[in-house]
C-alpha cells in the first residue's frame, strides 16, 4: 500500500541573545532523532553563505553597512534557503529553527528611524512557522548569565529595545516559554509542545508568513 509522505514541522526559536535559544534547539533536535523522528537545526543568520560572511563581517564590527541595506540582506538570507528548507519539510523532516523574520524585524525595529511594517516587508511570504517558541528572560536572570559578547547589538539597552518589538510582534498562537529554569527542565517543557506541533502539522499545507 502507498502511504502519504507526510511533512516535517518548521519550528522556530525566538527570543534576546543569551536566552538559550541555540542550547535547547541542539537538544531538541538530538531528543527528536533519538525518538525516530527527522529533524535538522538550521539558524539565521546562516553564516556560511557569501551573504552569511557579510552579514558576519557586519556583526563582528569587520565592516559597516548602511541600516537598511543590512536589513535586507538578513532577509536575503533566509530567501536563499527557502529551497532548502521547503525539501527538507516536504521530505518529511522537521526544522529546528534558531531565529528568523522576527529577530530580522526585532533587531532593525530597535534601531532610530525604523518603522515595524517596513521592516516585516522583505519577509513577506517565507514559509510560515508551525510553531514559534519565545524564550523569555527576566532582568535579573539576564543578570546572572555569562557576560554579552562583543558582536554589535550585544548590549541591554538595545536588547530592552528589541524585546518590546518581540512583544509587539507576538502572534496569539506563539508559545511564551520562561527560560528561567534549568536547561533540563526548559527541555522537557519544549519537547512535549514540539511533538504536538509535529503532530498536527503533517497534513496541513505550509502557509506564508505575513500574506
Ligand atoms: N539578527 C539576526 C538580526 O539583526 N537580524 C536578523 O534577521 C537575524 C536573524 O544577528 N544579535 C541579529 C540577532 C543577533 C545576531 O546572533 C545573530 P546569533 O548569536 O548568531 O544568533
Redesign the pocket.
Given at each position: 500500500m502507498l502511504h502519504k509522505m507526510t511533512r516535517g514541522a518548521l519550528i522556530v526559536f525566538e527570543g534576546c541573545?543569551r536566552c538559550g535559544?541555540?542550547t535547547q534547539c541542539k537538544k531538541l533536535v538530538d531528543a527528536l532523532n533519538r525518538d525516530g523522528g527527522k529533524a535538522e537545526f538550521m539558524?539565521?543568520?546562516e553564516?556560511s553563505t557569501a551573504i552569511g560572511q557579510t552579514?558576519s563581517g557586519y556583526?563582528e564590527k569587520k565592516s559597516e553597512l548602511e541600516d537598511h541595506a543590512?536589513?535586507l540582506l538578513?532577509?536575503a538570507?533566509?530567501w536563499e534557503l527557502v529551497p532548502k528548507m521547503l525539501r527538507l519539510l516536504n521530505s518529511g523532516t522537521t526544522l529546528i529553527v534558531?531565529?528568523?523574520?522576527y529577530?530580522?524585524?526585532?533587531?532593525?525595529g530597535a534601531k532610530p528611524g525604523f518603522d515595524l511594517q517596513w521592516c516585516k516587508q522583505p519577509?513577506v511570504g517565507l514559509p510560515k512557522p508551525d510553531q514559534v517558541l519565545y524564550l523569555t528572560l527576566s532582568p535579573e536572570e539576564a543578570s546572572k548569565r555569562a557576560a554579552f559578547?562583543t558582536?554589535?547589538?550585544?548590549n541591554t539597552e538595545f536588547q530592552e529595545r528589541?524585546a518590546k518589538n518581540f512583544e509587539i510582534l507576538k502572534e496569539h498562537d506563539w508559545k511564551i516559554v520562561n527560560a528561567g529554569k534549568s536547561i533540563e527542565d526548559l527541555h522537557g517543557e519544549i519537547k512535549s509542545i514540539v511533538t504536538q506541533t509535529v503532530e498536527s502539522s503533517k497534513d496541513k499545507p505550509i502557509l506564508k508568513l505575513w500574506s
Amino acid at each position: 500500500m502507498l502511504h502519504k509522505m507526510t511533512r516535517g514541522a518548521l519550528i522556530v526559536f525566538e527570543g534576546c541573545d543569551r536566552c538559550g535559544k541555540t542550547t535547547q534547539c541542539k537538544k531538541l533536535v538530538d531528543a527528536l532523532n533519538r525518538d525516530g523522528g527527522k529533524a535538522e537545526f538550521m539558524r539565521f543568520p546562516e553564516r556560511s553563505t557569501a551573504i552569511g560572511q557579510t552579514i558576519s563581517g557586519y556583526l563582528e564590527k569587520k565592516s559597516e553597512l548602511e541600516d537598511h541595506a543590512v536589513h535586507l540582506l538578513f532577509s536575503a538570507n533566509r530567501w536563499e534557503l527557502v529551497p532548502k528548507m521547503l525539501r527538507l519539510l516536504n521530505s518529511g523532516t522537521t526544522l529546528i529553527v534558531d531565529r528568523y523574520a522576527y529577530s530580522g524585524v526585532a533587531f532593525t525595529g530597535a534601531k532610530p528611524g525604523f518603522d515595524l511594517q517596513w521592516c516585516k516587508q522583505p519577509d513577506v511570504g517565507l514559509p510560515k512557522p508551525d510553531q514559534v517558541l519565545y524564550l523569555t528572560l527576566s532582568p535579573e536572570e539576564a543578570s546572572k548569565r555569562a557576560a554579552f559578547g562583543t558582536e554589535r547589538y550585544e548590549n541591554t539597552e538595545f536588547q530592552e529595545r528589541v524585546a518590546k518589538n518581540f512583544e509587539i510582534l507576538k502572534e496569539h498562537d506563539w508559545k511564551i516559554v520562561n527560560a528561567g529554569k534549568s536547561i533540563e527542565d526548559l527541555h522537557g517543557e519544549i519537547k512535549s509542545i514540539v511533538t504536538q506541533t509535529v503532530e498536527s502539522s503533517k497534513d496541513k499545507p505550509i502557509l506564508k508568513l505575513w500574506s
